[in-house]
């Protein structure tokens, strides 16, 4: 079955760097990659979504890879802000061959950005 | 604003009780999701629901049950809870069919089983 690894360690970088998470999955490719940002005690709320086809996804600061060779995804985050310090969670869809819109998560990266 | 209410964020029960979480999203969504997240463990599907009256058991389906009679609503249920079930109770919707599935989340229900 399918699984997902995120690096369970905190991140912490100084604000104005640039964070990198990984997201790494063991199986098929899915039809899309989602990532997801969630604060404690909140909702996980959905931030960039990136299908198979693609290798690169931007919005704003944030910008998302998908190398399927490698099974892997990279979060990116550019001049970061202690408001970018949160959990985020890597989605995959659990398809294989299609998408089913129902997702797998992995466990999360906790990111704290140091003024 | 687009949202998705779970009844209660708080809820401390008994081992044995009956235990009701209410969902209601207003974006009319297909699709619905219950999700337990843990430390360690992330989050885990436990049912899920793609029509009214309609549901399919996730990953982890033991110890629970859903409802779905209307649309908006998608309910949770602990028949007889444990201590093994205390944990974060998301909710979640997505609209049917494309190759987005992007989730809106409820803020969760914590619930403590003692």
């Known amino acids: 079955s399918q699984k997902i690894e995120q690096n369970s360690e905190a991140l912490n970088i100084q604000e104005g760097k640039t964070a990198t998470l990984t997201c790494n999955y063991t199986n098929y490719s899915p039809a899309y990659l989602q990532w997801y940002r969630q604060d404690p005690g909140r909702g996980p709320v959905f931030l960039l979504l990136?299908?198979?086809?693609?290798k690169e996804k931007r919005k704003e600061r944030l910008k998302v890879t998908f190398d399927t060779t490698l099974k892997q995804s990279l979060f990116h985050i550019t001049a970061s802000q202690p408001a970018d310090s949160a959990t985020y969670l890597c989605a995959l869809d659990m398809g294989y061959g299609g998408a089913t819109n129902k997702l797998i998560f992995g466990t999360g990266t906790l990111l704290a950005v140091q003024p | 604003d687009v949202k998705v209410t779970q009844s209660s964020r708080y809820l401390v029960k008994r081992t044995g009780e009956k235990v009701f979480l209410e969902c209601v999203q207003d974006m009319d969504h297909e699709n619905m999701f219950w999700y337990r997240q843990d430390p360690g463990l992330g989050l885990r599907l436990i049912y899920f629901?793609?029509?009214?009256?309609?549901?399919e058991k996730g990953d982890i389906p033991e110890g629970y049950s859903v409802s779905r009679e209307k649309k908006e609503r998608f309910s949770l249920i602990l028949e007889s809870a444990s201590t093994n079930q205390t944990s974060m109770y998301l909710c979640a919707s997505s609209k049917a069919g494309g190759n987005t599935g992007e989730l809106f989340f409820g803020e969760g229900s914590r619930l403590t089983v003692l």
């Open positions: 629901s793609y029509d009214v009256k309609m549901k």
């Open positions: 990136i299908r198979e086809n693609e």
